[in-house]
């Protein structure tokens, strides 16, 4: 096993797209890479009925994550098993299983139990926001944070292994800047899609906060084919397949971090390294 090990923690299957670049880079230096989804998208979208149904749904998105973890060359690969609890407001949300009404010890124990196996440096999550205030993805960077913590804390969870201090937590993030150009973009094209509603004011961090700039350039096209394998939510009508493909390249050659939480000190500007002083 390699000594650098890097975990990405996310709610549904294809939500790891906003760090395959990272897990490509890394893993071609070495680092052993590792995936946890917590749900497997039961109530996604279905792009094309001949794919799925909303029966067979988790256990499709399921094959499609193993497909794109693959392709990344992600080894190591772990569903919580909760249910997909849907975009806010909606009745899955209420629905037993959903992994948005979890109890959060038990949701961080699970979580626990891995970082204590696979003993990651790094752990990257969603911010707090979840990218965009799916509850799915708001619920797993509060059990993540919260196992970051618990997981070098003996006292916590003393049945699940010993204590491992990961080094580095870190958040997906949308830089400002990016966001506004989207929007500008968006707005030169005069646009009228999903995205249309939202105020790029109030999307994404100020780039500031942003402590890792990651060129991901050169993996655009294995990033594209591991995107791929998520056929279910490959909808012709979404937003993002709607977008150029100089556009979506130029968003997507490059990935944005923000440090949350550090054993070993700060993020230096320009290193642009997750595991810098590692
Ligand atoms: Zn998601």
């Not at 799916?134 to 059990?143: G, L, M």
Request: charged share 20%; with cysteine; hydrophobic share 40%.
């Amino acid at each position: 096993m390699s000594t650098k090990r890097l975990l990405g923690v996310f709610a549904h299957p294809d939500d790891e797209g906003t760090m395959s670049g990272a897990l490509l880079q890394y893993s071609a230096l070495g680092v052993e890479t590792g995936l946890v989804c917590a749900t497997r998208g039961e109530v996604g979208e279905i792009a094309d009925p001949a794919l799925a149904t909303p029966e067979n749904l988790g256990q499709v998105r399921e094959g499609e994550m193993r497909a794109a973890a693959e392709v990344l060359g992600v080894h190591n690969l772990w569903f919580l098993d909760y249910r997909d609890s849907g975009m806010a407001g909606t009745p899955e949300n209420a629905h037993p299983h959903a992994f948005a009404q979890v109890q959060a010890a038990e949701a961080v124990g699970k979580l626990v139990a891995i970082i204590r196996q696979f003993r990651p440096q790094v752990l990257v999550t969603f911010d707090e926001t979840g990218g965009y205030g799916h509850p799915d993805h708001i619920a797993i960077y509060r059990h993540t944070t919260s196992a970051f913590h618990a997981a070098a804390d003996g006292v916590q969870y003393p049945e699940l292994g010993p204590a491992h201090s990961v080094a580095k937590l870190y958040y997906t993030a949308f830089p400002r800047s990016a966001v506004q150009a989207m929007g500008e973009w968006m707005q030169s094209q005069e646009y009228e899609g999903s995205f249309s509603g939202l105020d790029p004011e109030k999307l994404g961090i100020p780039d500031e906060l942003v402590s890792v700039w990651l060129n991901v350039e050169q993996w655009q096209t294995t990033k594209d084919r591991s995107w791929a394998m998520h056929r279910t939510q490959m909808d012709p009508n979404n937003f993002m397949a709607q977008l150029p493909p100089e556009v979506l390249r130029k968003w997507r050659s490059r990935e944005c971090y923000q440090l949350a939480a550090s054993r070993v000190g700060p993020d230096v500007p320009d290193e642009n390294d997750l595991f810098a002083h590692i």
